[in-house]
């Protein structure tokens, strides 16, 4: 057993405010950090969409749908792996409406804003793979910085560690395990996602760049790298959290985020073999505001090449004399 003596000096402490009341109005750390996330991924988004040649801030009509969208199967989905906890015996079930207090599920999310960011494609006329490849990046940085809300939060810590950089959590808490002694360290899981979280978004932006993976291809990459730190980081996890086959729901949800980005990259790779034509679908393509399209005016002349003798003779012929 770790004890408060096998704590070592040079641990991470945690915070200790969650908040700050601005008069009547509180404002949750937790709450600023998925803010500061999201401006990040929209921006980054944009910027990536608008190099492909897409209209300058469709993002954010896309994202009009795909971020309340993501937010609510979030909770939909911490909720229901977390049933006892909202709805089991002296549970408050009113507080599964608490999401201030923290409670989000990342992959719930990414099923909530995929079905956002489909409709929201559809509706500007964006390919819908072209957006989650330019995603993939700023959704793996917002993660990142989403985390520190876990932080603030002393939540979703990892077992007891006396390793030197162990998380001081305070005594009592609503997640402490029963048995442990007071000044027990733990692993900063969030800590270490965060740092899985921004080397993934290097590799993604090089490889992204080396090989130039369109298509879903970035995007699949994104799944299986994202997916395969969760397995480790979720295991070692000690909140509670529904068993199924005596693992963890959220790593068998980050096994089938492996399993799902691997397919995507495989099967888009042999699909689709070469470039994206346009980051628009067929029909729907954007042009820039001022833009000369002579060619969809009614005064369009080709002067590609000067017409041939048959056809000035035969002008010549037709056009009758003037005196």
Known sequence: MITAAASVVASIPSPSISYFDI???RIHFYALCIITGIIVAVLWTNRRL???GAEPWVVIDIALLAVPLAIV???IYHVLTHWDFYFGEGANPLSALYIWEGGIAIYGALIGGAVGAW???RWTGIRFWTFADALAPGLLLAQAIGRFGNWFNQELYGLPTDVPWGLEIDYPNPAWPIGLPEGTLFHPTFLYEMIWNVL???VLVWAGRQFRLQWGRLFGLYL??????RIVWESIRIDPSEIILGIRTNVWAAILGVAIGLVIFFVQRRRHPGFEPSPYVPGREWTAEGAVQSQNT?????VSEPPTSEVAGASATSTPATN
């Open 298 to 302: 009614d005064d369009f002349v080709d």
């Open 23 to 25: 008069g009547p109005l």
């Open 119 to 121: 409709l929201g494609c």
């Open 224 to 229: 299986v790298w994202y997916s395969a730190g």
């Open 73 to 75: 199967c979030a909770r």
């Open 50 to 52: 608008t190099k492909r």
């Open 200 to 202: 993934g978004v290097v």
